[in-house]
């Protein structure tokens, strides 16, 4: 498969480890080896030139200087190409206990310009090199060199990533697998192929896994509700948007990826290595490195770029890239170009008529590639040689189901949520797609036939145990209800776009399964896999004896006498706090603001971290405000403005600001 594997050398652990993979290359494919190493004299003899100003006195003479300029120069190339040629014997010794023909390579210059000069025009059809170099930190993830020659590289490139610890390391026997990442790209093919060859080469097996997002609309949604006028949102329909979605395009594209895998499953049948299948829904790389983590993996194999980038891209796409940032294991990232024979016979084999033509113009630009490919692979299962609307017709009815269809119109999704309520779900237990009906035989997306019943008692019971369940309105006006727990294990991330943003993720997990209810052990996931640690909820403070705990009493007065009245016990350095904040509608709607905070998070008390929190909601609320505010014309206007703003308007010795 490989002829020639080019290796940029520095005698450090990552390249060194390059070294051995590269000769293990090289035995397996009777490669020829070319070992390269960059030194820089040409920036040594610039750095000696800028501080010359500094030599004493007696060599500021031309005579001498010009001598000591020549002795430094010699000596700075000489040393230069003796370490050069130190890091190349080195492999020339190990190639040659192999019995693999080297090529030693030298170049003076700048590391990453002149590897990518060099591989220019030559036969060289692998590069394996090291993550990271000798001038590696404690906190680097990729060397500058790798990392450029990665991304401007024109041949399959080999990233090595884990380096075993000195001695017998167990964890290295567990790496067997190649993960192959399948988006239906060809370059995704052109990787599971490249990764079943090796895979026969040297033992390994192989799995494709597929990742589809069905929570960036909802994300993308919950974020923008705010920001449109009144007019906007109506125009934008948010019910109907999330319909589309949940009903129709998240199993659509469930069912599309899937049938990326079976074609990987075929591809690797016919080449004779059993390929195992695998189907995550979320964002396509943090999926992808979350199961290597657990799985273990010797080698990720990607296409540089994916089904979404265009055909011109010379760079890598930004999954390959953040894969080859974050994976533990080596990376390869793959060149190769591979339709599957199914698709190739389906574009030569199968007609459309104009009809069809026109149809697939109506289709997005960025799906249209996939519907395509849907909708070809579908005819020639069928046995059909022309593509005209029925066939269309048919596979709307496999990918995007009429009943479904016809949910949009009418916002059936809500009768479907209201039906999961009174009965049982059932979600298979391979892809975890929730069946659409009620005891289902097989899985639409996958084929399996192992169901997960979930039961609105089995619901209720473990929310009863974890703090009863209390309902929430989503921003398009859907009923979920939350446990306690549930909300304790949001409410531990501080930050607050984070947490907004699994909040999303959450509910929207949860439409998709047919659940109207959120426990803890189903919001966890989604919560560990945004902050990267295990999810540990804070004890609750003990609770403040009260008589009554909803029964409003008085908490303090400011110096005007003003009262604080609560149902909440608060401390006593909250109240003062609150009670800088100016009387009236301010300090009346950051009450509000606060004790909403309280329930949320079901506290029994308010401190004064939660009374500082609650202000600077306040705080970025107001500052939105202002921003979206035209200012008058007149400047009598804009001073009137300003001697009511509670912001502006108020001096060290009148009432405290909001800060």
């Not at 993550?131 to 906190?139: F, V, Y």
């Not at 009620?438 to 703090?467: H, L, N, Q, W, Y």
């Not at 727990?485 to 776009?497: F, I, P, T």
């Not at 997990?509 to 295990?534: Q, S």
Request: aromatic share 6%; hydrophobic share 40%.
């Amino acid at each position: 498969m490989y002829k020639s594997i080019y290796v940029p050398v520095d005698n450090s652990d990552h390249s060194n480890r390059a070294v051995a993979c590269a000769i293990g290359l090289g035995k397996a494919y009777s490669a020829k080896l070319v070992g390269c190493h960059v030194y820089a004299a040409k920036l040594h003899d610039y750095r000696f030139r800028q501080m010359e100003y500094t030599l004493p006195e007696e060599y500021i003479d031309e005579v001498e200087l010009e001598r000591q300029r020549k002795i430094h120069d010699s000596l700075i190339t000489m040393g230069l190409k003796l370490i050069s040629d130190s890091y190349l014997d080195g492999m020339s010794r190990l190639c040659g206990q192999s019995g693999i023909e080297f090529e030693p390579r030298m170049m003076d210059g700048k590391h990453h310009i002149e590897i990518l000069r060099d591989l220019v025009g030559s036969q060289h059809d692998l590069v394996v090199m090291g993550a990271l170099g000798i001038g590696r930190a404690r906190d680097s993830v990729i060397g500058s060199v790798c990392e450029r020659v990665a991304r401007q590289c024109d041949r399959d490139v080999w990233v090595v990533k884990h380096v075993p610890e000195p001695g017998p390391d167990t964890t290295d026997a567990e790496r067997d697998t190649i993960l192959v990442g399948i988006d239906g790209s060809p370059q995704s093919f052109g990787a599971l192929m490249t990764a079943i060859e090796l895979a026969r080469t040297f033992g390994k097996k192989v799995e494709a896994i597929a990742v589809y997002d069905p929570y960036l609309h909802y994300s993308v949604f919950n974020g923008i509700v705010n920001v449109l006028t009144e007019k906007a949102a109506k125009v934008f329909r948010f019910e109907e948007q999330n319909q589309l979605h949940e009903e129709i395009i998240d199993t659509g594209l469930a069912q599309i990826y899937q049938s990326h895998l079976e074609i990987s499953e075929r591809m690797g049948n016919e080449a004779g290595v059993a390929v195992k299948k695998t189907l995550l829904d979320g964002k396509a790389f943090q999926k992808i490195v979350d199961h290597a983590r657990k799985t273990n993996p010797w080698l990720i194999a990607l296409g540089r770029i994916g089904v979404h980038s265009p055909k011109e891209e010379t760079g890598l796409g930004s999954n390959a890239e953040n894969i080859l940032r974050a994976a533990s294991c080596d990376v390869l990232l793959s060149t190769r170009l591979e339709v599957p024979r199914l698709d190739v016979r389906a574009e030569e084999t199968v007609r459309w008529t104009p009809e069809a033509e026109e149809r697939m113009t109506h289709v997005p630009e960025q799906v249209k590639g996939i519907a395509r490919t849907g909708v070809l692979r579908l005819a020639l299962e069928k046995g059909h040689s022309v593509i005209t609307s029925a066939v269309i017709d048919d596979a709307m009815d496999r990918f995007m189901p009429k009943s479904a269809s016809a949910a949009t119109k009418a916002l059936a999704e809500a009768v479907a949520l209201e039906r999961a309520k009174h009965s049982s779900v059932s979600m298979c237990r391979a892809c975890g797609i929730t069946a659409t009906q009620s005891d289902p035989v097989k899985c639409t997306v996958c084929g399996a036939t192992d169901f997960e019943v979930i039961s609105r008692e089995m619901i209720e019971k473990i929310a009863a145990v974890e703090g009863g369940l209390e309902e929430e309105t989503t921003y398009d006006g859907r009923k979920l209800r939350w446990s306690e727990d549930a909300r304790k294990g949001l409410w531990s991330m501080k930050n607050a776009y984070q947490r907004r943003r699994v909040k999303a993720r959450v509910e929207k997990r949860a439409r998709m399964k047919k659940l109207d209810a959120i426990t803890l052990e189903f919001a966890r996931e989604v919560i560990e896999e945004e902050t990267g640690a295990p999810l540990e909820i804070p004890p609750a403070a003990a609770p403040v004896a009260s008589a009554r705990p909803d029964e409003a009493k008085l908490v303090a007065r400011d110096e005007k006498k003003t009262p604080l009245i609560s149902t909440f016990e608060w401390t006593e350095d909250a109240a003062k706090r609150i009670l800088r904040v100016p009387a009236g509608f301010m300090r009346n709607k950051t009450q509000e603001r606060i004790e909403e905070l309280a329930r949320e998070r079901a506290a029994t008390g308010i401190d004064l971290a939660l009374v500082e929190e609650g202000i600077e909601q306040g705080k970025k609320m107001m500052a939105e405000m202002i921003a979206t505010y035209s200012p008058p014309t007149s400047t009598s206007a804009k001073h009137n403005l300003n001697e009511v703003s509670p912001l502006t308007a108020q001096s060290d010795e009148g009432a405290p600001k909001l800060n």
